[in-house]
């Protein structure tokens, strides 16, 4: 029988939770390096997010990750929260600590760029400017990494100006606002466009963006990975654009979580990769 204190436990604290592939990807590498333990959905309700959080020391968790409602509010609950996860003002991973205090992290936008340099080795934050389209949660963590990767020109173009706005102010750094009706004159001259709107996603109606002004040298990139390929990337496919889909940030932001918590920095094999794409 494996000793209680051996046996690692992490989950994915969200509501709803349901449709989370974080415990098909956290169980892989459980089973892939052998390590005894769980990776469960742990569906919490808003309200109950504080007890939630509170009980995980003395459930034995390692720590979990927090998504969609609690990346927010799970930040003030946590003892500690690391400075980039501050700059980008969520979490996405909190980690109990030996004396059981929590401290909380966002790994999504080192998910992103990993993501760039794993399928684009030659890629350079510094190539030229870059435009993020969206500014919510997910375009938080990724200007965050950008402006940290060396970027130096960043747009963001975001529906409602004030969200983006804020990005700028709160990041800082090379960042500039551009109006939502200019993004199609705005991509003229970016060698970087990241979709970090919901627009594109499984249900939802396509991004409203013409590439026709965008150069055929420009990464397009998209957050989402419901569908693998948005219609934003297949346009820009079909022009000859190198394209860059959301599930390299998504299995990349799960690699230093599982190393904090099981103490093993993970690999993305291409087994894992087909195991998840067959769910999307
Ligand atoms: P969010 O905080 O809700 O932000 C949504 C963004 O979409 C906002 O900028 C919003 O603009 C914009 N938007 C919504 N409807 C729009 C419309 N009709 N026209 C133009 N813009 C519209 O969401 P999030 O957490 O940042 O997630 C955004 C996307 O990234 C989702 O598709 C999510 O699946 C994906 N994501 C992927 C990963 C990954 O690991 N690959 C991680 C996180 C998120 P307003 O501000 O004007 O409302």
């Known amino acids: 029988m494996v000793e209680a204190k051996k046996y690692g436990l992490a989950g994915v604290m969200g509501w709803p939770v349901g449709h989370s592939r974080s415990p098909m990807l956290h169980g892989y590498w459980l089973q892939k390096y052998s390590l005894p333990g769980a990776y ?163 249900g939802q109606p396509p991004l409203d963006l013409d590439l026709a002004a965008l150069s055929r040298n420009a990464l397009v990139s998209d957050a989402i990975y419901i569908p693998l390929e948005t219609p934003l990337l297949a346009a820009a496919r079909a022009r000859g654009n190198r394209t860059v889909n959301g599930l390299g940030m998504l299995l990349n932001q799960a690699r230093p979580a599982f190393n904090a918590w099981f103490g093993v920095m993970p690999e993305i094999t291409s087994e894992l990769r087909r195991m998840i794409e067959a769910t999307v």
């Not at 509170?54 to 003892?79: Q, R, S, W, Y």
């Not at 400075?83 to 790994?107: C, H, K, M, Q, S």
């Not at 030659?122 to 375009?139: E, H, I, K, S």
């Not at 990005?167 to 979709?195: C, F, M, Q, T, Y």
């Open 40 to 202: 469960v959905l742990l569906p919490v309700q808003p309200e109950r997010l504080p007890a939630a959080l509170k009980g995980l020391a003395a459930l034995g968790f390692a720590g979990c990750n927090v998504t969609i409602p609690h990346k927010v509010a799970a930040m003030e609950l946590v003892d500690r929260v690391d400075p980039l996860a501050r700059r980008i003002g969520a979490i996405n991973t909190v980690v109990v600590e030996g004396d059981g205090t929590l401290t909380g992290y966002n790994n999504d936008g080192y998910g992103y760029v990993q993501s760039l340099r794993d399928t684009q080795p030659d890629w350079r934050a510094d190539a030229g400017p870059a435009l993020v389209l969206g500014a919510g949660g997910a375009a938080r963590a990724i200007v965050a990494s950008l402006v940290d990767a060396g970027a130096r020109d960043l747009r963001i173009c975001n529906r409602t100006p004030a969200r983006a706005e804020a990005i700028a102010k709160a990041i800082g750094g090379p960042i500039s606002v551009v109006p939502w009706e200019r993004r199609n004159a705005a991509i003229a001259d970016v060698a970087l466009l990241v979709n970090t709107t919901s627009q594109g996603m499984s």
